[in-house]
């Protein structure tokens, strides 16, 4: 029994190291935020002197011209946030009609929809510009460079997914629930309202998880809808325009990244337990 | 019982999902078959049908992009291998009753919050600025073979966190009971996990595998950020960057160089690629699920 726990303890020990090891790259990124340029290149591994230059930094970034960091972060929650919720609630409209009514177009329909997964991005990347510019020009609704263009662009792209995994999960939802609720003259399209969609919470937290953490973080998709230096950016094509816009002043540029990478660090200590499971059972459905 | 307002309501449901489907997929996959069988430079009005031209050109003379594919077959094959191997090492450890386990697992985990392209930059100054700084190091990312090794180390720190979450899940199914039992019978611990453990993560594997071999070939943010393709290297008597990968070089050949209709048929060849990589992975892992 002794030695079991002497085999912990070690085992403790080992993995706290592997874990500062793991943090040794986000610990860099603060402290190195913490000096001025000529202290970085003076020596990138000493601590600071104080934290004041962070505050600094931190303000500067926060007004500096190139990177328009306030509005780019606002930008970013709407077009998270917008997609996000279209993405739940069509998902699971769409799902729920296909599962529930048995036919054999609403098989070949969910195994498009399955099907398309397949397809990767970079295979549509370039007709999507020109197709979307096509729409714009025939009708004058903005789709490049516009809010509407990039969350219409999301819920494209994250539907297949988001069907497939409401789909899995409202078949196990038993009917008699939604029979009842019938009978009991509720309107069908206001069953799924009222009964089903409360049901399907725990998979609602899947879906958001896996396509709020692949929208925030994307990159290429902005990069060719709304493009560098657009009016409106999402906070990686801020952070990457300001990159290219000045020769290594790594000061600022690791101020940006820390600054980017924050809102969605601290959320996660908010909600690390659903987020860790929605990845998971994102995975192995 | 399908009655016509059943119907309605059908079609009502399912537009929304199914319109953006269309608009945004169906629409442009389609219109991006037919740009790669032209000569289209992405602004012009001329567009000429030049047949299967693109992709023959694409055979006989772009070094670049055959140069990209045997890369990212590298890359691919480098970083499967290190992004399971660390994830289950990961996983071994953050599944012994320890009293941080829940700590450890959102720290092994937080990098995947990081988006690519911030941790690309932030890579970008470690291997030039901190590494470096030590006279005894390389410069990793001015060598075509450790500028790929510093790819792969990057992506792994990204995404070897979220694989061992699969691989908890995995470990955690086992039930307690069995291994006990094991353990009693005197069954030592690489025996147990050989007959016990390895068998019962087959699945989570097979998911493992899939998900870092897709990422793997889909990668370009990381690709971008960290060396945008660099260093200079020649291949086949062509100046090539090293390591650029199949993704950033599509997107290139489309936006910066201009040609729409070869930058496509890159894609098309990379969407094929991709179909028979993962349908082979799938395939042989399930059989080997099966047999174990």
């Known amino acids: 029994m002794k030695k079991k726990r002497l085999t912990i303890w070690i085992l403790e020990a080992i993995t706290f190291i592997v874990m500062l090891i793991f943090l040794l790259p986000i610990y860099l990124v603060l402290i190195n935020a913490s000096k001025s340029n000529i202290m970085i290149a003076a020596d990138p591994v000493s601590l600071p002197d104080s934290l004041g230059v962070l505050i ?49 177009v609403s098989t070949v329909l969910f195994l498009l929809f399955v099907g398309i997964m397949i397809v990767p991005f970079q295979v549509i990347m370039l007709p999507l510009v020109s197709w979307f510019n ?40 038993p009917l008699e629930l939604e029979e009842a609720a019938t009978i009991d003259g509720c309107a069908k399209g206001l069953v799924f309202f009222r009964i089903v969609l409360p049901i399907l919470k725990p998979i609602i937290v899947t879906v958001i998880v896996l396509n709020g953490l692949w929208i925030w973080n994307d990159f290429l998709l902005p990069l060719i809808v709304l493009g560098l230096g657009n009016e409106i950016q999402t906070l990686p094509l801020a952070v990457s325009n300001f ?12 101020t940006s990244t820390l600054m ?24 192995l459905k | ?33 037919y740009y790669s069988l032209t000569d289209w430079n992405g602004v012009s009005k001329t567009v000429n049908f030049v047949g299967l031209q693109n992709y023959l050109a694409i055979f006989q003379r772009d070094p670049s992009f055959i140069h990209a594919f045997l890369i990212t077959l590298a890359y691919a094959f480098l970083n499967v291998l290190a992004v399971n191997l660390v994830a289950i090492g990961l996983a071994l450890l953050v599944t012994n009753r320890l009293k941080l386990t829940n700590v450890y697992r959102a720290a092994f985990f937080a990098p995947n919050l990081i988006g690519g392209l911030v941790l690309g930059y932030i890579w970008q100054f470690i291997y030039n600025n901190v590494i470096s700084f030590y006279d005894f190091m390389p410069q990793m990312l001015a060598k075509p073979g450790t500028a790929l090794a510093a790819t792969v180390i990057t992506s792994t720190w990204q995404y070897a966190g979220y694989i061992m979450m699969i691989y908890v899940a995995a470990i955690q199914s086992v039930p307690e009971s069995l291994l006990e039992a094991a353990e009693m019978d005197g069954a030592t611990y690489s025996k147990r ?39 200079a290297a020649s291949f086949m008597g062509e100046s090539i960057r ?8 599509i997107y290139y050949t489309a936006f910066s160089y201009n040609k729409m209709g070869e930058g496509q048929a890159k894609a098309i060849i990379f969407f094929f690629l991709l179909l028979v990589v993962s349908v082979t992975q799938v395939y042989f892992s399930k059989k080997r699920e099966v047999e174990a």
């Open chain 2, 1 to 33: 019982m399908k009655t016509r307002k059943d119907t309605l309501l059908f079609i009502a449901f399912l537009l929304p999902a199914l319109a953006s489907l269309v608009v945004v997929i169906i629409i442009p996959f389609l219109m991006g078959i």
């Open chain 1, 260 to 283: 980017a990478m924050t809102p969605m660090l601290i959320l996660f200590i908010f909600v690390q337990k659903y987020v860790l499971k929605g990845m998971v059972d994102g995975a």
């Open chain 2, 242 to 249: 090293f390591t650029e990968l199949m993704a950033l070089n």
């Open chain 1, 243 to 254: 990159v290219g816009s000045f020769v290594k002043k790594w000061d600022l540029i690791l």
């Open chain 1, 134 to 173: 096509i729409v714009q020009t025939s009708t004058g609704i903005p789709m490049l460079k516009s809010y509407l263009g990039i969350i219409f662009a999301y819920m494209g792209f994250g539907v297949p997914l988001s069907v497939f995994l409401f789909h899995g999960f409202i078949k196990s939802v």
């Open chain 1, 56 to 104: 600094d930094n931190v303000v500067r970034i926060w007004n500096h011209p190139n990177i328009r960091f306030p509005s780019s972060l606002f930008s970013s929650v709407i077009i998270t946030v917008l997609s996000v919720g279209l993405l739940v609630l069509i998902s699971s409209m769409a799902a729920w009609v296909l599962c529930r009514r048995k036919s054999r």
């Open chain 2, 193 to 231: 996990f050989r007959y016990i453990f390895f068998p019962m993560i087959a699945q989570s594997f097979t998911i493992c595998m899939f998900l870092s071999l897709t990422s793997s070939f889909k990668q370009f943010d990381v690709n971008i950020s960290l060396t945008n393709g660099g260093p």
